[in-house]
Nanobody, 128 residues
Framework: QLVESGGGLVQSGGSLRLSCVVS?????????????MGWFRQAPGKEREFVAA????????DYADFVKGRFSISRDNAKNTVYLQMNSLIREDTADYYCAADINSSPDYRDISKYDYWGPGTRVTVFS
């Protein structure tokens, strides 16, 4: 089970930190530390899109161009939690944000189809 939190209403230029806790039975015998974890978002009327991902083996990260320099993904394997620190938010960041787990930790970080499990999402609304 994946559960996101930390969304809310924030003024343009502000910050939020999203959290995603992975709980329950491990998937396929692996543990959280084995999973590639990603954040995606979906704005109203748009398709879900990649935001950021963090690898399991060495915590290498990848970001969509539109968040580079503003967002930061991290993970705490001891807490089974992945974070998304979002700074310098703009109205275009308004969306539902989802965390996802790829239990096979494929190299295709941005491929939405590679992710096996998803949280229900948390809404971020940025106003001017």
């Amino acid at each position: 089970q994946l559960v996101e939190s930390g969304g809310g209403l924030v003024q343009s230029g502000g910050s939020l930190r999203l959290s995603c806790v992975v709980s329950g039975n491990t998937f396929s015998g692996n543990t959280f530390s084995d999973y590639l974890m990603g954040w995606f978002r979906q704005a109203p009327g748009k398709e879900r899109e990649f935001v950021a991902a963090i690898r399991s083996s060495d915590a290498a990260t990848d970001y969509a161009d539109f968040v580079k320099g503003r967002f930061s993904i991290s993970r705490d394997n001891a807490k089974n939690t992945v974070y998304l620190q979002m700074n310098s938010l703009i109205r275009e960041d308004t969306a539902d944000y989802y965390c996802a787990a790829d239990i096979n930790s494929s190299p295709d970080y941005r491929d939405i189809s590679k992710y096996d499990y998803w949280g229900p999402g948390t809404r971020v609304t940025v106003f001017s």
